[in-house]
């Protein structure tokens, strides 16, 4: 039995963590366990998760019956009896107010209902990502960051939507894992298209490798050519001709 914020509530030890040695292995816990469940406890976990099937049910026929543009996700209910959330996705606003009135009448207790958007719908429904592993909004994630397109293409990723995109039809949670290394990493190399000099030898940058510290250029004679840290990171900048004329001119005036 663990503490929430609803009382006390049943739940499954699912894993033991291994997150020793890692960043954020001292953040706060999310409960508190209590105790072990007692056999009272366990039936009334077993037959709480009867009434909120029951409950999806009987809901889902409502909206059916008032019309309503909305999906139902799923129902909680508290072992406590204070209340019920309905979770649901709707494109629009919805007026349930007489689906809300027919829950409380059916059920005899407090009814909140609660639009979510379609990460946190997944999160709660669950899956298989398509790195064959559970998703990570419902194994780990707590709070839903920012994802951005500008991630993918920091990364080298395919743009393609079916390759970067999740269940939820969003942007992969994964895509900020590794963003800001590449970022950081990318910051003190030589830049793709950019012209360097290494020695006597001009490259043409044509791509970056940031995770080896490596970039691939292409040589005088044409060639393709992958050079590590140690090779790159006595580079100069080509200058463009006619750019020391223009600035000494400059300088003159």
Known sequence: MVQ?????????IARYSAMCGCKGQNRQASCTIVQLANGEELEKYKSLEENEARAFQVCNNLIETHRLSM????????????????YFTADSRVDFRALVKDLVQEFRTRVEMRQV???HETKMIGGI??????????S?????????IKMAKE????????????????????LTYEYETYRKQRKNMPKTGKRIKIGNDEYLVKRQIPLQEAIVAENSA??????????????LPVKKEGEGKKREKKGGE
């Open 4 to 12: 929430t914020d609803h009382g006390l509530e049943p739940a499954h």
């Open 71 to 86: 999906n139902l996700v799923r129902v909680e209910r508290f072992l406590n009896g204070s209340k019920m959330i309905f």
């Open 117 to 119: 958007g379609v990460r």
């Open 129 to 138: 990502g398509t790195c064959g592993r559970e998703l990570c909004c419902s």
């Open 140 to 148: 780990f994630i707590k709070n839903f960051d920012s994802v951005s």
């Open 155 to 174: 990364q080298d990723l395919p743009l393609n939507p079916t390759k970067i995109s999740g269940v939820c039809n969003r942007l992969l949670c994964c």
């Open 222 to 235: 044409g060639e393709e050519v992958v050079l590590a840290k140690q090779d790159w990171k006595a580079f």
